[in-house]
C-alpha cells in the first residue's frame, strides 16, 4: 500500500506542476486552487508512504515520478523538445526510481 501511495504522489505531483505552468498562462483562481490542491495531496500520498518506506528511497521515487512526468508533460502538452536525449535521460530517472524500489 505505501508503493500505491507514493506513485499516487508523484501523478499528484505531476499534477501540481502542470497547474503551475497553467497559472503562469492563466492567472486566475481556479489553476491556483488546482495547483494547492495537487501539491497538497502529493505531500499526504507522500507522508503516508514515509510511514512505511525509508525516507531516502521515497522522496527519491516521488521527485523521480514527479521530475520526469513534469517533462513528459511538457513534451506532449506544451510543446517542448522531444529530442531522444531527453527521452534517454528520462528513461534514466524512472530507471533508477525502479531500481530504488527492486532494492528497498
Known sequence: MAW???VLAGLFEMFGV?????LHKDR????????V????ASFIFLSHAMETLPMGTAYAVWTGIGASGG???????YGESKDWKRIVFIAM????A?????VS
Open 18 to 22: 502542470a497547474m503551475i505552468n497553467k
Open 98 to 102: 525502479i531500481g530504488l524500489k527492486i
Open 4 to 6: 500505491f501511495s507514493l
Open 93 to 96: 530517472v524512472l530507471g533508477a
Open 71 to 77: 517533462a513528459i508533460l511538457g513534451m506532449l502538452l
Open 37 to 40: 490542491l495537487g501539491f497538497g
Open 28 to 35: 486566475n483562481w481556479k489553476s491556483l486552487a488546482l495547483l
